[in-house]
């Protein structure tokens, strides 16, 4: 027999088709859904440019430390200071030796002597001072009495000198820095020649410069004559001091310009010649030597004091000693007070004959 339907059937059916919705609930311009997509975590944004940074931050480190390595291993040093207690300020004393030791000239002078003094000082408030010492001035010497400045380092050296300088001025050298006349023409040429002022023409013997009036740019040999010049130079010894100060500047600018100093290709051919041509004290590393390229930056500026110290003659004669250089005995004390305390007005030029 066939199996009877269950009375609750069509019942359970019509539930099963009401509860599907009508065609007709459904607006026919409804946007069709669309199925959620899987959400993907962000990407990670790549830091090769900060890795290449660092990687060129790392590489002028290491430039920079091998660069300073290299300087400090390469100063050549002489015993210079006399261990006086210390004066307010930085002074440095800058000599131009002028020994022949490997000058190629046929200048037949031997021995060493000191054709520059310069005396730089930065006072602990007030304008830098660049002083320069006649080297024929007449000074005392301690043990061997009075004679020309210059007598100082025949007799003893740098450290008499520094001591016959000390003396003088009543400050104490805190650095010592000598060039030699070689290394004046090595700088020169390194930096690729200076350019130098005079306003007369010169044919001079003894220094072999041969200059015409005006402004040239001037290669290391030229510059050496120039600074050395002084028998044609109706100023004699403050001529000479004048152009010498002249020099330095000349040279200090170029070593510290900007196209020297960013420049390795430049900069180490530049430092290598300086580090040949001076000799330091004991006591000075490379970052004095920073130290003082930034106070002799400081001297090149309008601001500076330069000059020398204040002369009754130019021409004062000692038997045994010859043709001096005679301080002013009056205004010596005084003059050296106002540049250790930095009492000069800014751009001064201080000194010369009376």
């Not at 010592?176 to 006349?181: A, Q, R, S, T, V």
């Not at 003059?335 to 010369?352: K, L, R």
Request: proline share 8%; aromatic share 8%.
């Amino acid at each position: 027999m066939p199996p009877r339907p269950r009375p609750d059937q069509p019942a359970r059916d019509q539930y099963a088709r009401s509860s599907q919705p009508a065609a007709s609930a459904v607006p026919h311009n409804a946007a069709p859904v669309e199925p959620a997509q899987p959400t993907q975590p962000p990407r990670k944004r790549k830091h090769g440019c900060c890795r290449v940074l660092w990687v060129l931050l790392a590489l002028i480190v290491v430039a920079v430390v091998w660069f300073l390595v290299w300087v400090n291993s390469n100063i050549t040093t002489v015993d210079a200071l006399s261990g006086a207690p210390d004066t307010p300020g930085e002074t440095y004393l800058i000599v131009g030796s002028d020994s022949r030791d490997g000058w190629s000239t046929t200048d037949p002078t031997e021995g060493a002597r000191t054709d520059t003094i310069m005396v730089l000082h930065k006072p602990e408030s007030g304008p830098t001072a660049l002083i320069s010492l006649p080297r024929d001035s007449y000074v005392e010497i301690p043990g061997y009495g009075a004679n020309k400045v210059n007598a100082a380092f025949t007799f003893g050296g740098p450290q008499l000198l520094v001591e016959t300088v000390e003396d003088l001025s009543g400050l104490t050298i805190d650095h010592y820095m000598e060039i030699g006349f070689t290394g004046v023409e090595d700088i020169v040429d390194a930096v690729g020649g200076v350019e130098l002022c005079y306003d007369e023409d010169v044919s001079d013997e003894k220094s072999q410069l041969e200059w015409e009036a005006g402004c040239h740019v001037v290669d290391g040999e030229t510059a050496l004559a120039f600074s050395r010049m002084r028998y044609s130079d109706p100023l004699g010894d403050i001529g000479r001091a004048q152009r010498q100060r002249q020099v330095v500047s000349a040279v200090a600018e170029e070593m510290l310009s900007p196209g020297t100093v960013f420049n390795p290709f430049h900069l180490v051919p530049v430092a290598s010649a300086t580090l040949d041509a001076f000799r330091v004290d004991t006591e000075t590393g490379v970052f004095d030597l920073a130290q003082f390229a930034l106070v002799l930056n400081s001297a090149m500026s309008d601001g500076a004091v330069t000059g020398t110290p204040p002369i009754t003659s130019l021409g004062y004669n000692v038997a045994g000693v010859g043709s001096t250089v005679l301080l002013d005995p009056d205004r010596i004390d005084q003059f050296w007070i106002d540049i250790a305390d930095g009492n000069y007005e800014p751009g001064t030029d201080v000194g010369g004959v009376a």
